[in-house]
């Protein structure tokens, strides 16, 4: 019997604004979906791509970075957070107003887009 991963946020991040420099984040939470046998980060792209197209998302990815990422909201639970492929792992980053659910779905939807692979969830918190 396999646990069920808890996306409980103990910590959301705090947003700056420091004057000519954008918008900051302090703190936080980041889920680490980690699949049980090893993927190249190109293919764990092209999924949640495929992912994503599906919906129910809204989404924007940012092409000038050496990682595929892309801010998301979820049509259905209005939940937005980023995600991010790195290293082989997919991240699911919160924002100030990120809530449970809407990670939860696409933790759902992931481990049903790559149904042969077991997933294991490693959450890391930052309480600055």
């Keep these: 019997m396999t646990t069920e991963p808890s996306f ?13 420099e954008g918008v900051e984040y302090e703190g936080g939470t980041e889920f680490e979906l980690v699949p049980g046998e090893e993927r190249a980060t190109p293919e764990l792209a092209a999924t949640v791509r495929g992912l994503l197209a599906d919906g129910p998302y ?48 696409f933790y759902d939807r992931l481990r049903a887009a790559d149904a042969d692979c077991q997933w294991t969830v490693e959450r890391r918190v930052d309480a600055t």
Excluded: C, N, Q
């Design 8 to 20: 409980s946020i103990p910590a959301h991040p705090k947003r700056r604004y420091p004057y000519d």
């Design 58 to 105: 809204r989404y924007g990815d940012f092409h000038d970075l050496p990682m595929p990422l892309w801010l998301v909201r979820d049509e259905e639970t209005a939940d937005v957070f980023r995600v991010a492929v790195r290293d082989g792992t997919v991240r699911l980053h919160v924002l100030p107003t990120t809530e449970p659910d809407g990670l939860r779905r």
